[in-house]
């Protein structure tokens, strides 16, 4: 896994806003890159699409606005998962959904709130280099278990988590896109499931920047130390199935099945609703919600 810093690419044409974001997020440990327009902008993305781990784009630009960005950045391959977090003015649910729609990850409402920044990029960046930590590994891992056709496991932590959707994206055909929809399951699973972070309360942590403090406190409380969740995975004929379950009381999933207008400026939420569009062919939480059946159909 690199050990480099995180490269943060910030796209504005109002230098005092670059100032402004350059110190939100002094002391991250951030590499801080920038971009004037949006033509600059697309220049440094595909000159050098690896080097980039997330963007910070100001929807309203000159010339190319970020609307346009955003798109020529989903419609490669190579930039496609780059987590594209849009500051903006435009707050309309109509225009946060034309947005959220195209792709972006987030969206920060101006006037910026450092708390809010941090918390938001910290997450993406999390996911972001969570997705790349083992590229190298994952390619002779995918030609030692091109054989298994069943498996189940069971996880904990979200560092088990990970391993685990490494472990079994690399035998469906879009890895990378699976691998996200599958953590973002396992990560529910954990989370909201065996350790009962409520909705509420996981914003409130992750602007306080004590999700992972939070998390590992409650793996340790004697009512959950205990709890484990589980995942098999079934490759079929013409699909592949997982099945991921915890042992929290459940929960109902219809609200995020699709991202909302009311939860749109939420820092978190989307999960759920991004594995729907772009991970699986179909999504199911059976039971009292504590299940979910994905499915990737492989053969028309």
């Known amino acids: 896994m690199s050990t480099r810093n995180p490269v943060v690419l910030i796209v504005d044409d109002t230098p005092l806003i670059q ?7 002094e002391g991250c440990g951030y590499t801080l890159e920038f971009a004037n327009d949006g033509e600059i902008a697309c220049e440094k993305l595909f000159s050098n699409p690896d080097l980039y781990d997330a963007v910070l784009l100001d929807r309203m630009m000159p010339n190319i606005d970020g609307m346009e960005v955003l798109r020529r950045i989903k419609q490669d391959d190579r930039l ?9 003015a435009l707050t309309s649910p109509e225009e946060l959904a034309e947005g959220l ?10 006037p910026l709130k450092k708390s809010t920044v941090r918390a938001v990029l910290a997450t993406a960046l999390r996911e972001r280099l969570g997705r790349i930590s083992e590229e190298e ?30 472990l079994v994206s690399s035998l469906c055909p879009s890895p990378e ?8 399951l396992m990560i529910n699973a954990i989370e909201h499931g065996n350790l009962d972070i409520s909705y509420d309360e996981k914003g409130q942590l992750l602007s306080d920047e004590k999700l992972t403090e939070e998390i590992e406190r409650r793996l340790h409380l004697p009512e959950y ?5 589980s995942l098999k995975f079934s490759r079929l004929k013409e699909q ?13 999933p219809e609200p995020y099945m699709e991202i909302r207008p009311e939860r ?11 594995s729907c569009k772009l991970a699986f062919s179909e999504i199911a939480y059976l039971g009292k919600g504590n299940c979910v059946q994905a499915k990737i159909i492989t053969q028309a």
Do not use: C, W
């Open 240 to 252: 592949m199935v997982f099945i991921i379950e915890d042992e929290g009381k459940g929960f109902d």
């Open 264 to 274: 749109m400026m939420d820092n978190h939420g989307r999960g759920i609703a991004i």
């Open 177 to 184: 896109t699976v691998r996200m929809g599958v953590l973002e």
């Open 225 to 229: 130390a205990s709890r484990k969740a």
């Open 80 to 88: 496609k998962l780059l987590p594209v977090i849009f500051q903006t």
């Open 19 to 25: 100032l402004l974001i350059s110190k939100f997020l």
């Open 137 to 166: 590994t994952s390619k002779i891992r995918k030609q030692a278990l091109e054989s298994l056709d069943e498996a189940q496991f069971t996880f904990r932590t979200i560092e088990g988590a990970v391993q685990i959707a490494e």
């Open 101 to 110: 729609n195209a792709g972006a990850y987030y969206y920060l409402s101006k």
